[in-house]
Structures are given as structure tokens and as C-alpha cells.
């Protein structure tokens, strides 16, 4: 069973400290098991993968019928948050997290956090979400919104998609467009 805290900057947001299990011929880690989140029901459970190469930046994103569960397996990211739940008692409150393969580290990001992530080195992630992809529940907000002001600290200028380079600023979200 893996050691899960609350990511004290957000509430809902669970670090999950996994339990790997090594010999002489490798290593074996469970990264992923729906009854660790009793919070939330997991149906429909879809699984992804994303590669990034250093300097991409993903993000932010955030939905209203979708939590996600992130598991680097390459690589180091640093993890970009903001709460945009209007009923949360850290709405608009943004954290950062540096998750690397190494670590061992799971991140539960609950509904109405605007998440993204910037690949600190070559990166292989894993995610897992509890509904099936629909981009009629995918949002973006602007990586760089200095209303948000997430802590990102990139060595240089990241390389965006298109459509993350358009994600409108908080501004531009009227209030109750946003997650309760």
C-alpha cells in the first residue's frame, strides 16, 4: 500500500508515495489502483500516454467530470496548479510540484484544478482519468496568466501546442464558467 497525503497548498490534491519491490532481476511498482481513491468513483477508467521532450509545457487544463492520476516513468516534470473551484477555500491558490521517474510519485488531481505540467528533462508520463476523453469537458487557462501566476521558473521560452498558447486568461473566464 503506497503512503497518500494531501498536497498541503490544495486540498483534494494527493501525493501518492509508491512501494516499489526490487531483487537482482529489476524492479516492480504498482502504480495505480482505483480503491487508493475512495473519494471518487473510477468508471469508465481510460489510460494515457505523453511524451515531452525538455522544454514543453502542457497546459493549464482543467475539467469538471474528470480527475486525473499522474505517474512519470521517465523523466522529471514540474507540475503546475491552480485551484479554480469557486467553493474551495483555496480558489485561485497555484502550487508546483517537481514529480521525477526516480521518485517514485503519484499525483490525484481532482476536478476543477487547472493542471499542466513542464518537462524538465526528456519525459514519458502516464496518466490515468476516471471518465473517458470528451472534449466537451477539457478547458484551458493560459500557462503564463499573471493573475494565476503559477510558479512554472522555465529555463528559457517552452515550447507550447497551439491550442495551449491560446487558452484564455482568468479574466477572460466569467466566474461562473469556472468548477464549484
Do not use: C
Not at 40 to 49: D, I, L, T
Not at 100 to 107: I, K, M, Q
Not at 109 to 129: E, S
Amino acid at each position: 500500500m503506497p503512503i497518500i497525503t494531501e498536497f498541503a497548498a490544495i486540498p483534494g490534491v494527493l501525493l501518492v508515495e509508491l512501494r516499489p519491490f526490487a531483487d537482482e532481476r529489476g524492479r516492480f511498482t504498482e502504480t495505480f489502483r482505483k480503491e487508493w481513491f475512495p473519494q471518487r468513483a473510477w468508471a469508465n477508467v481510460q489510460s494515457n500516454r505523453s511524451d515531452s521532450r525538455a522544454g514543453v509545457l502542457r497546459g493549464l487544463h482543467y475539467h469538471f467530470n474528470q480527475v486525473d492520476y499522474w505517474y512519470p516513468a521517465a523523466g522529471r516534470i514540474r507540475v503546475g496548479l491552480a485551484d479554480l473551484r469557486r467553493s474551495s477555500p483555496a480558489f485561485r491558490r497555484t502550487a508546483t510540484i517537481d514529480l521525477d521517474a526516480a521518485d517514485n510519485r503519484g499525483l490525484y488531481i481532482p476536478t476543477g484544478v487547472a493542471h499542466g505540467f513542464l518537462a524538465l528533462t526528456d519525459v514519458m508520463l502516464f496518466y490515468t482519468v476516471d471518465n473517458y476523453y470528451d472534449g466537451g469537458d477539457e478547458f484551458g487557462l493560459a500557462w503564463d496568466d499573471p493573475d494565476v501566476a503559477v510558479a512554472w521558473q522555465p529555463p528559457g521560452p517552452p515550447i507550447l501546442s497551439g491550442r495551449d498558447a491560446a487558452n484564455p486568461r482568468f479574466r477572460a473566464i466569467p466566474l461562473g464558467a469556472l468548477p464549484d
